[in-house]
Nanobody, 118 residues
Framework: QVQLVESGGGLVQPGGSLRLSCVGSGTGFSIYVMGWYRQAPGKQRELVATITSGGVTNYADSVKGRCTISRDNAKNTVYVQMNNLKPEDTAVYYC????????????WGQGTQVTVSS
């Protein structure tokens, strides 16, 4: 069974930085896209960034230039480094993985809270 465990969330001041980690288990992830979505109160869940096993990245416009996604395939782990954080970055951040071959299942982590506030 696929499980995703996030860590690294917390309270940070505007302009600060945070690094989120997500460790996958239950399968190999070489055929999975891995990444992060976030959901703020009262808003829909939205893309933060994704990365393929080969290192191809995709970023939401709202975080482009402030975030860097990476992964360690040997550790089944995906990271996102977030810099120059803003109050509007406050959300629950969810780890996300998607198979790239049939069946193209999607799995979600439980989420980690990021709060940007002074």
């Amino acid at each position: 069974q696929v499980q995703l465990v996030e860590s690294g969330g917390g309270l940070v001041q505007p302009g600060g930085s945070l690094r989120l980690s997500c460790v996958g288990s239950g399968t190999g992830f070489s055929i999975y896209v891995m990444g992060w979505y976030r959901q703020a109160p009262g808003k829909q869940r939205e893309l933060v960034a994704t990365i393929t096993s080969g290192g191809v990245t995709n970023y939401a416009d709202s975080v482009k230039g402030r975030c860097t996604i990476s992964r360690d395939n040997a550790k089944n782990t995906v990271y996102v480094q977030m810099n120059n954080l803003k109050p509007e970055d406050t959300a629950v951040y969810y780890c996300y993985v998607r198979r790239t071959i049939i069946p193209m299942n999607v799995y979600w982590g439980q989420g980690t809270q990021v709060t940007v506030s002074s």
